[in-house]
């Protein structure tokens, strides 16, 4: 069984096509690793906060306002924002910082 130089053209295109299909798919599971990683669950963000679970039910329960922890809901569970969690955390140790400097 021999195969022609056209039967070869055929599977090299379908090849090419492959490989593309791959690559679109491969570029697809990258956001979507990204944007999971983009989001945390609880006991991550309180890794990254540094506080208690009460605590951070009492910022997820504030009012919309500036400095808070952004979460979602998926389901019945709740996703942290790692960017919300790492700047509250910074600016909880700006604030802690600043009151020791005020203090002394």
Known sequence: ????LEELDGYGARIAAL???CAK??????????DADQW?????????LGISRSTLL???????QRGKVLYRKDG???LYSR????????RQALAS?????IAS
């Open 19 to 21: 490989e593309r299909l």
């Open 1 to 4: 069984m021999s195969t022609t």
């Open 76 to 78: 019945k569970k709740c």
């Open 40 to 48: 945390v669950d609880t006991e991550k963000a309180l890794q990254i």
């Open 25 to 34: 798919l491969q570029r697809d599971i990258d956001a979507i690793r990204q």
């Open 97 to 101: 910082n600043s009151s020791l400097r």
């Open 58 to 64: 009492v910022q997820r329960s504030k009012t919309p």
């Open 83 to 90: 960017e919300s969690c790492k700047d509250y955390s910074q």
